[in-house]
Nanobody, 116 residues
Framework: QVQLVESGGGLVQAGGSLRLSCAAS????????MGWFRQTPGKEREFVAR????????YYADSVKGRFTISMDHASRTVYLQMSNLKPEDTAVYYC?????????WGQGTQVTVSS
């Protein structure tokens, strides 16, 4: 089993920045992908960004390209999401994910609220 602990959510004004963190522990492996999804009430969970274990390959949703940056510390199995120029539509619960060998694990979620 893999446990994910997220932190860094909160309330910020539009145009501001936040950094989310997610640390993986437990039975982790060498080859994995970590990422972030988000969800607002009444909507499906949507992909935000992901990064491969080497840190060399990243993917972003079009809605966050140029504003969000995903990075990771492989040694500590920690993934970060630096969010800049935040918009009210970025308000959501953000979930960390860890994927290896076809298994998906999810964090408990952290609330990000962007006020206009």
């Amino acid at each position: 089993q893999v446990q994910l602990v997220e932190s860094g959510g909160g309330l910020v004004q539009a145009g501001g920045s936040l950094r989310l963190s997610c640390a993986a522990s437990g039975r982790t492996f060498s080859y994995y992908t970590m990422g972030w999804f988000r969800q607002t009430p009444g909507k499906e969970r949507e992909f935000v960004a992901r990064i491969q274990w080497t840190g060399a390959t990243t993917y972003y949703a079009d809605s966050v390209k140029g504003r969000f940056t995903i990075s990771m510390d492989h040694a500590s199995r920690t993934v970060y999401l630096q969010m800049s120029n935040l918009k009210p539509e970025d308000t959501a619960v953000y979930y960390c994910t860890y994927t290896e060998s076809g298994n998906d694990y999810w964090g408990q979620g952290t609330q990000v609220t962007v006020s206009s």
